[in-house]
């Protein structure tokens, strides 16, 4: 297991995390929390030393001339160096890896979350890895994110509302989009989130180590029900997942209805 120096963060307990990567993120937040609170701790000593070496006993009047060396303007530029330093061989490099580098490969499981005021809609590609065709003219009650059934492509997905389940140690890249206003799609166990906008198609991906289930949930205002927007995640081993996307792809393409679509020509089925 990636090692952890998230001290805090690990003993707390607070949305523990079961993504690869989520180590990597704690130990940063938890270096800039502990980094902050020795710049917090120096200055305010400043501070309190300078109230008490100036104080008005000491210094009845006030020097109007200002600082006589440039030490201070020194001591600046080099904190600006230093934090254009963190910025270029951190922060840049991790966030490259995390938008430009996916993983690929049979392992990878492929999904979309449509955000959709106040839900979540998932469609996964099956095993074909093929997204079958959406087009706003099919969207009713019955087929929320409008999948042409006509589409071979499709024939294998899994559409699903506020439950996503994954396979354990295995990547899942999710491609996050918004059928109406601005959500935001975030699972805080496993440190990711991305805005989903309408229009855009933007990839996020992780890879849960834990077995477990954990909320969904989402990030941006975005109406009345904002709060109510809340879906599960279930990592579990490959079996179980199996068995789960078998047992609800046949309840949501009972054979007779597939049956009776093939009969009577191309139809919009599930409406
Ligand atoms: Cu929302």
Redesign the pocket.
Known sequence: MTPTFAVLIEALDIAPNASEHGYAIDTMMEMLFWFMLLLFMTWGSFYAYMLVRFRRSKQPKALYAGAATHFPSKVEGGIAVFEVVILLSFATPLWSLRTDQFPTGPDVTHLRAV?E??LWNFQYTGADDKFGKRNPVYVTAANPLGLDKNDPDGADDLTTRNEMHLPVNKPAIVDVMSKD?I??FCIPNMRSAQD?IPGSVIPLWFKPIKEGTYEIV?A?L??SG?SA?RGVLVVESQAKYDAWYKENYNQTHPKSKMAAAAATGPTVAGN
Request: proline share 0%; aromatic share 8%.
């Open positions: 955000g005021q106040f206003v959500h935001d989903a989402c941006q975005c109406g904002h927007m």
